[in-house]
């Protein structure tokens, strides 16, 4: 198998999935084990498009010119690649939870979820492998689609309201200010393809080039930087498999990954630095850290806790493009990766949690860690690496963007990274907390039926749930001891033209 052709495989096998899931509707078993399997060839794909990377292979394929100059072209570079891995990745242990979620919380139409997932995996790795804006644009688009029908897929007045307020802000950003930033690009630079040191410098008026940034941010709607983010916690009214899919594995990471490239290979490293055109961003996206992560504390339902988490979190890496230096674009990479095995694992117990107790509340779960351990055990370590705490991958990823803040003398924005971890700490950890050391209150062992009374065997959520938690949240603790290869392939990420590596 040629490098090109797995290229296309890679992004082929997830859509071509949906007509056979389509087709075995009527045979959950076989159409369950149809998601699965894609995921996992999928993954083995993207795998082996890694090790031809890692080798040097640097394959690309245009598909079709729709005008001169405008082409459909994937490619890969090393972004592209973390995020294609990651979310390829990610979607075996989804799609595993998702069996055992879907089944305990008894929700219809599983057919139209599992078409409507692996069509928003395809569009991911499309974005991932995208060799210039163009073809970054269509498969951004083709993913907010894609996810309208999960986020609604409950079919109440509240999964419709939360539906249409995320495909409302995520198409009005796109056409308000993506759209028109990329057309601007296209008009400047004369091309959209993604270059080493960006295509901008030479080509546009300093003076300029924050407002087109300024486009760019906030166009880029699912970085879900403020005041742009109100889609994120609306779109909680989603199976708990959605929240994973828009929080870890697709959606969110898709937005700060664009913006990552953008920063990248459409303006550069350098030219952002020199113009200090990013400098607004950077105390916009310091000021999203922790405005968010004082709203999570203000919550208690859990899942809009992690929404607002998720919320601080991207924002976290927006800052290391806007810090504009290489450490800020490894320590904003790097945490795609720490967040996404933290975040996923979250979600997963939040929904774990609803499947064994019908529990969303933080102020519910009294005791009911002493009923789920294992749950309750990974929600602790995930929240130990969303925090920052060693031996958890999140302590690299803050870590390196302490590291920019100090190359860039923003010695204010170490602060805000450190009173951040803190606020973590605050709306995370009483959440374990209160699972395993604050008895059930009252009558509360009697609402919550065997799952929360103290005495008894465990009620955990079905091993379908259970085991990609716990999958996870030893991957929150390897990804720490296996930092060094990760951090190695991030300094390959070209930061400087071409003409001068």
Not at 157 to 166: F, L, S, T
Not at 283 to 306: G, P, Q, V
Request: aromatic content about 10%; proline content about 5%.
């Amino acid at each position: 198998m040629t490098d090109t052709t797995a290229l296309l495989l890679a992004l082929g096998l997830p859509a071509a999935a949906t007509f056979l899931i389509a087709a075995l509707g009527s045979r959950p078993n076989l159409r369950d084990g149809v998601s699965v399997t894609t995921s996992v060839a999928t993954f083995a794909v993207v795998l082996y498009l890694l090790n031809g990377f890692l080798d040097g292979a640097r394959p690309s394929v245009t598909l079709f010119e729709v005008l001169p100059g405008l082409v459909l072209n994937f490619a890969i570079e090393p972004l592209g690649m973390l995020f294609a891995t990651v979310a390829s990745g990610l979607w075996i242990v989804t799609a595993v939870y998702s069996i055992g979620y879907m089944r305990g919380a008894g929700e219809k139409k599983q057919t139209r979820f599992y078409i409507c997932f692996a069509i928003a995996i395809s569009a991911a790795l499309g974005i991932a492998f995208s060799g210039n804006l163009f073809t970054l644009f269509i498969f951004y688009e083709v993913l907010t689609i894609s996810t309208y029908p999960l986020v609604a897929h409950k079919e109440t007045p509240e999964a419709r309201r939360g539906a249409r307020i995320y495909l409302g802000i995520l198409m009005t950003t796109s056409i308000l200010f993506l759209l028109v930033a990329v057309i601007w690009t296209w008009n400047i630079a004369g091309t959209m393809d993604f270059r080493a040191g960006g295509i901008l410098e030479g080509r546009i008026d300093p003076v300029y080039v924050p407002l087109l940034l300024a486009l760019f941010a906030f166009g880029i709607g699912k970085a879900a930087l403020m005041p742009f983010h109100r889609w994120l916690p609306a779109a909680m009214v989603a199976p708990t498999p959605v929240s994973a899919l828009l929080h870890a594995v697709a959606v969110v990471k898709a937005g700060v990954f664009t913006m990552l490239k953008v920063g990248t290979y459409i303006f550069g490293v350098g030219f952002l630095s020199r113009t200090g055109a990013s400098e607004w961003l950077v105390w916009l996206a310091a000021a999203s850290i922790l405005i968010a992560s004082i709203i999570a504390l203000t919550k208690d339902d859990l899942k809009e806790r992690l929404a607002y988490s998720t919320v601080s979190q991207l924002s976290y890496i927006t800052l290391g493009m806007a810090l504009a230096n290489q450490m800020g674009v490894v320590g904003g990479a790097m945490h795609i990766v720490m967040h996404a095995m933290g975040k996923i694992t979250l979600f997963m117990c939040a929904g774990a949690i609803y499947v064994a107790a019908h529990k969303t509340k933080v102020s519910e779960l009294d005791g009911l860690g002493r009923k789920m351990p294992f749950t309750f055990i990974a929600f602790t370590l995930a929240s130990l690496s969303i925090i920052g705490l060693p031996p958890f991958g999140g302590a690299w990823s803050k870590w390196y963007l302490m590291l920019s803040a100090a190359e860039a003398k923003h010695l204010v924005v170490i602060g805000v990274l450190m009173v951040s971890s803190l606020l973590n700490v605050a709306y995370l950890l009483p959440v374990a907390a209160r699972a395993f050391f604050v008895p059930p209150r009252g009558g509360m062992a009697h609402s919550l039926g065997a799952a929360a009374a103290p005495q008894g065997g465990l009620a955990e959520a079905p091993a379908f749930c259970v085991i990609p938690i716990c999958v996870t949240a030893i991957g929150c603790i390897i990804l720490f001891f296996s930092v060094g290869g990760l951090y190695e392939f991030l300094l390959h990420i070209p930061i400087l033209p071409e003409s001068t590596q």
